[in-house]
């Protein structure tokens, strides 16, 4: 039993590669709607703290295997294996996406074909959350066996990812439409409060001879509170400013955004402390 905190590479792997590929989504955007070549310029110079972050996150998966080596290994698989998939997905979008903005960093990118090679690495981000989330659906798990799972990926893709961009974007001095993406981000919001809610609920029907899957996470009710509370809040250091028709600072967003994902930490910390298996022990 436990707050899932043992799992802390994967934690950070899944958590800030769901940032990123939401964040890459966004400020994507921001730079196919820009109209001025500077704008695009700025922009693009933002992003290498995108590819900072993705990097972090590659690093801490590499941790988790044990050794840098056994890297190569999970790739073994692609096809077969959720695992291999996963990994595979995620190195071509952190290779496509990486090289769009060293290209486009260095001056060196055509008009057309960085739009097409922009929305490539776009669609990948989605395809790597998508590869994650097969990963865990593992029908002996009853914890995470489930549409939970898919949803809880997904909602931190929309709640760190377009406030991660409004932070790039910001700092690059390019106006965007802020409010839109804000607005997703809270319905995000409310989607993860029922997530917890219902699957807080159903966890009650797993359990074993000895124990339910209740029991696993014996604080599981008040760090989701603490989750909420850090998730609204980060949120509010964005969308204040927006209700108040002013552009949010960079210091509040930066803010904002440590708060949004500490939540998302949290939470999935929990969900990797959820972790049980089905066979002599478990019933569903």
Not at 27 to 50: E, P
């Amino acid at each position: 039993m436990g707050n899932g905190w043992h799992e802390w590479p994967l934690v950070l792997f899944t958590v800030l590669g769901q940032c990123v590929a939401g964040a890459l989504i966004v400020s994507g955007y921001g730079w196919l709607t820009a109209k001025d070549g500077m704008a695009k310029q700025r922009i693009v110079r933002s992003m290498f703290f995108l590819w900072l972050v993705m990097g972090i996150a590659f690093l801490a998966s590499v941790m988790h295997l044990g050794s840098p080596l056994r890297a190569f290994n999970s790739l073994n698989r692609v096809g077969a294996s959720a695992l291999s998939n996963e990994i595979a997905s995620g190195s071509l979008f952190f290779a496509v996406g990486g090289l769009w903005w060293l290209v486009a960093f260095l001056g060196k990118m055509p008009a057309a074909l960085g739009k097409i090679w922009l929305l490539a690495g776009m669609l990948l981000g989605l395809v790597f959350v998508l590869a994650m989330t097969s990963v865990y659906q593992i029908d002996t798990v009853p914890t995470w066996y489930n549409g939970y799972t898919t949803l809880a990926f997904f909602m931190t893709l929309l709640l760190s990812g377009p406030l991660f961009a409004a932070l790039l974007l910001r700092a690059a001095g390019v106006s965007f439409n802020a409010a839109r993406f804000a607005s997703i981000s809270v319905v995000a919001l409310l989607v993860a409060v029922a997530v917890i809610v219902l699957q807080g609920v159903s966890l009650s029907d797993i359990h074993s001879s000895v124990q339910n899957a209740s029991a696993l996470v014996p604080d599981y009710g008040s760090l989701q509170v603490w989750r909420v509370l850090l998730l609204a809040a980060g949120l509010g250091c964005w969308i204040c400013p927006l209700i108040r028709r002013k552009e949010p600072s960079v210091g509040g967003l930066a803010l904002g955004l440590v708060l949004v994902l500490g939540g998302e930490i949290i939470g999935r910390g929990l969900f990797y402390g959820l972790h049980m298996t089905v066979g002599m022990t478990v019933a569903g």
